[in-house]
């Protein structure tokens, strides 16, 4: 059988998934029907058991969609158990993540392998029995919703509905780019399809729309995404808030509709998918009708099933209309694992080992290509890869920093041709287009292109980007800072996944000027700060950029956010003020007292960076002894030793002047009880920069203002 499986692999291309199943040796159709059923069912009977022994969980879309799961994994997925990080693999991504028991059936049953920190495999399952038996407990490698990192055979993390359908449209760009990146005449060494498995919820989620905009714009006939139309929610029936047809919806997005009118017709669903794979011009949608709790004799189709146990008595009546031992708990029946291994797992592993064998080939004939590949997906960099960055000259007048990131950005990506990324409609704004020869446009007629057009749609901006992270592939996205908001939900989610995404941020402050209080950022930059594993930089001049750049491209398990100037900021004389090799500590000495011993601490980050300079200069002048603190990235200046911390910050000066256009939130870690903040109390104003300036404080002379009255309590005290 595996022979014939090889020659029919090896026929077809390299990694082409076959899609037949032998019966096995003895085996009669009857047989072979029976055993889907038991699996099907075995799948149901974990869902149940797990959600019953933690009190807590959504049983009824597991018991709706096992024989969805099963017909794709068991026949279709082209997915090796034993190495769940092949870079060829199918992706399957559960967007409906409160159904996260029907993931941790299948991780279960088809012996998927755990991956140590190093993404290598183990003989170890990353989902044991007894992990499923301590469902949504501490430290259970079965949390409430699927978690990327801590789950081996998770692809994302979801349960914010919508997020994890946005991610699988990044993992297809990704696909799409990487192919035409690497596969050459005989060599298809990246072909994989990305499944995603979406509820009610998933769509009417806002980030779902844009998602599948971009997708059906994009032609990206890799992608199919499986819609369980079992037309219930918490609330009830999902009538009470949603009626629209979602196939027309996906046909007017450019989709291919397929309807499934009953979940557990395997023969429907085979055909479904049979179809997604053939489909070569635009994704696909299988509209799956199910019922939710199905063979629940009182639960079924109710939202009762929902959210919570179905209860004991439910769950014997239900493994009663299954022909299930009813007082069996967590049973997994030794052929349905046999079943698994014989399906998914031995079609996988034949086709991972022909992979293997053919990238050989391509790596004797291709080994510049094979190199990058290999430095991709383990999150290196070239050799070199920084040698087109250089010190900016001093200037007085400088450059707005969004400028001069444009220029390190374009000076790093022709270095990293994996670098990828694009706008939510702002490029020309943000400075984030890739002008060099080659870079092209990323579109549906040509998908090698690497700059990216994400539109108006800054949700979808930051799930697609965790999706191509998750690929592999280095991926930035760009708007203005007051968007962020729009894309929050996405950054926490990269944050918690720890996916280096990068983030450039523009327009950063009341800087904006005319365009008023809607498009000036306050409170950004500290709501920002707050999200745990997120690292935020905010450069003072040039020179800060491109040490920020340089430490944001060696980061393999962080997202980065980048907020940049609108205007120009004076690019600082680095002979007469300290080398901005700093910011790799998150902040420095900038301008010190002569004897180091300075009286009173002037903090800031950013624009005001410059203002604080010349307030020290001013101060200088009258005698009294400051100190100017750059601090571009406050997290990574938290992570240096306390030695360090205190070296740049000492205790013993209290006397302290934070200054940033932005809300005070959080400077009183740093300057203190009885410091002083220069910031935002309230929203900005429409009017020029230079009047704003004024009118909010940010002047030298308010500078020094402060700064003496904090001398002033410091002798008090």
């Not at 199943?21 to 149940?48: C, E, P, W």
């Not at 018991?63 to 992706?91: G, H, I, K, S, T």
């Not at 729009?486 to 918690?496: C, D, K, N, S, V």
């Not at 020029?688 to 020094?704: A, Q, R, S, W, Y």
Request: charged share 20%; aromatic share 8%.
């Amino acid at each position: 059988a595996e022979d014939g499986i090889r020659d029919s692999v090896a026929s077809r291309g390299l990694g082409d998934v076959y899609k037949r199943q032998a019966l096995g040796k003895g085996k009669t159709v009857a047989d072979q029907v029976s055993i889907k059923q038991l699996s099907i069912n075995t799948i149901r009977t974990l869902a149940m058991d797990a959600v019953q022994a933690a009190k807590s969980g959504h049983p009824g879309t597991p018991m709706a969609l096992a024989p969805v799961a099963y017909c794709l994994w068991n026949e279709f997925l082209q997915f090796d158990p034993d190495e769940p990080a092949w870079p060829n693999r199918d992706r399957f991504v559960l967007s409906v993540g409160h159904a996260s028991m029907l993931l941790y059936a299948m991780l279960h049953l088809t012996q998927v392998k755990r991956l140590n920190d190093n993404y290598e495999g183990t003989n170890e399952l990353a989902v044991p029995l007894d992990e499923i038996k301590r469902f949504r407990q501490l430290e259970s490698k079965c949390p409430g919703h699927p978690e990327y990192h801590w789950t081996s055979g998770v692809e994302t993390t979801t349960g914010p509905l919508g997020q994890g359908a946005g991610n699988s449209v990044g993992m297809a760009i990704a696909q799409r780019w990487m192919a035409n990146y690497f596969n050459r005449p005989g060599f298809d060494v990246i072909n994989y399809d990305v499944y995603a498995l979406c509820g009610d919820g998933c769509l009417m989620e806002g980030v779902s729309s844009e998602a599948a905009s971009l997708a059906g714009h994009l032609k990206l006939s890799n992608l199919c995404w499986i819609y369980d139309n079992n037309k219930i929610t918490i609330e009830g029936k999902t009538a009470l808030a949603f009626s629209e047809d979602v196939g027309v919806r996906f046909q007017a997005y450019g989709w291919k509709v397929l309807n499934v009118d009953d979940a557990n017709n395997q023969e429907k669903l085979s055909d479904a998918f049979r179809a997604f794979q053939e489909e070569t011009t635009r994704p696909t949608i299988i509209i799956v009708n199910s019922h939710i709790a199905f063979g629940a004799p009182n639960k079924q189709d109710t939202h009762g099933a929902h959210g919570e146990p179905l209860g004991e008595e439910e769950i014997r009546l239900t493994k009663k209309n299954y022909g299930w031992p009813e007082e069996a708990k967590f049973l997994v029946p030794n052929e349905v694992i046999e079943h698994f291994q014989g399906g998914m797992g031995q079609r996988g592993k034949v086709n991972r080992k022909v992979w293997m064998e053919k990238f050989q080939e391509y790596k004797a004939q291709y080994p510049e290509l094979a190199e990058h590949l290999h430095k991709m997906q383990h999150r290196q960099l070239p050799e070199q890869w920084d040698r087109g960055l250089t010190e900016f000259p001093a200037d007085p007048k400088g450059v707005a920093t969004r400028e001069s990131s444009g220029k390190v950005l374009n000076a790093i990506a022709k270095e990293v041709p994996w670098l990828i990324g694009g706008a939510a409609d702002l490029a020309p704004s943000t400075k984030t287009r890739l002008t060099f020869e080659g870079a092209g446009d990323f579109e549906a007629e040509t998908q090698s292109g690497r700059n990216l057009h994400f539109g108006v749609r800054e949700h979808a901006m930051g799930a697609v980007m965790s999706g191509m992270a998750l690929s592999k592939v280095r991926a930035y996205g760009s708007g203005f800072l007051i968007f962020s908001d729009y894309g929050r939900p996405a950054i926490r989610l990269a944050a918690m996944m720890e996916v280096p995404v990068i983030y450039v941020f523009t327009h950063d402050s009341i800087g904006v000027g005319e365009d008023g209080p809607t498009h000036q950022p306050i409170e950004h930059l500290a709501s920002l700060r707050a999200i745990p594993g997120l690292i935020t930089f905010r450069p003072c001049d040039a020179n800060e950029v491109v040490e920020a750049w340089r430490v944001i491209m060696q980061m393999q398990h962080q997202p980065v956010v980048l907020a940049l100037t609108r205007q120009a900021v004076p690019t600082l004389d680095r002979a007469q003020y300290r080398s901005a090799l700093g910011v790799a500590q998150g902040a420095y000495v900038l301008a010190d007292a002569d004897d180091g011993k300075p009286e009173v601490l002037l903090l800031a980050s950013g624009s005001e960076v410059a203002l604080c300079v010349q307030a020290y200069e001013q101060l200088k002048i009258e005698g009294i002894k400051a100190r100017v603190v750059s601090m571009p990235s406050w997290e990574l200046f938290e992570k240096q030793s306390h030695d360090y911390r205190d070296s740049v910050i000492p205790p013993n000066v209290t006397a302290r002047v934070s200054v940033e256009q932005a809300t005070t939130f959080g400077w009183s870690k740093y300057v203190g009880s009885t410091g002083s903040s220069i910031g935002m109390e309230t929203f900005g104003a429409s009017a020029p920069i230079k009047d704003l300036i004024k009118h909010f404080g940010f002047t030298v002379g308010n500078v020094v203002a402060v700064t003496k009255q904090q001398l002033e309590i410091t002798v008090r005290t």
